[in-house]
């Protein structure tokens, strides 16, 4: 089973970028279909993106769009969230998750779809 570390998160002012990583171990991540999501405070955790196996495509909630990048790196065994221009609503834990498919360009926005998840990096933006 593959194991997921999310880093990147910090404080960061409005208008300000992050990229956050999430560092897979364990098995090869070019398996895996992955997932960024988040939960802020007092909320049930929420789909931000997703990544095909391949690459190819990728999907995201509406308020991201624009603004956000997922991106992965098969080789380092790394998926991305580049994060611009960001808002105080972007305030929350966020979650990488993967699940192993056979379908190289599927994508999916529904958390039950994964099976491994990581242990999350605090994403904080002031206003």
């Known amino acids: ?23 897979a171990s364990g098995r090869t991540l070019n398996s895996y279909l992955v997932g960024w999501f988040r939960q802020a405070p007092g909320k049930e955790r929420a789909f931000v993106a997703t990544i095909s196996r391949n690459g190819g495509n990728t999907y995201y909630v509406d308020s991201v769009k624009g603004r956000f990048t997922i991106s992965r790196d098969n080789a380092g065994n790394t998926v991305y969230l ?46």
């Open 82 to 127: 580049q994060m611009n221009s960001l808002k105080p609503e972007d305030t929350a834990v966020y979650y990488c998750a993967a699940v192993a498919i056979v379908s190289v360009e599927a994508v999916s926005d529904k958390p039950q779809s994964y099976d491994v998840w990581g242990q999350g990096t605090q994403v904080t933006v002031s206003s």
């Open 1 to 23: 089973q593959v194991q997921l570390v999310e880093s990147g998160g910090r404080l960061v002012q409005a208008g300000e970028s992050l990229r956050l990583s999430c560092a």
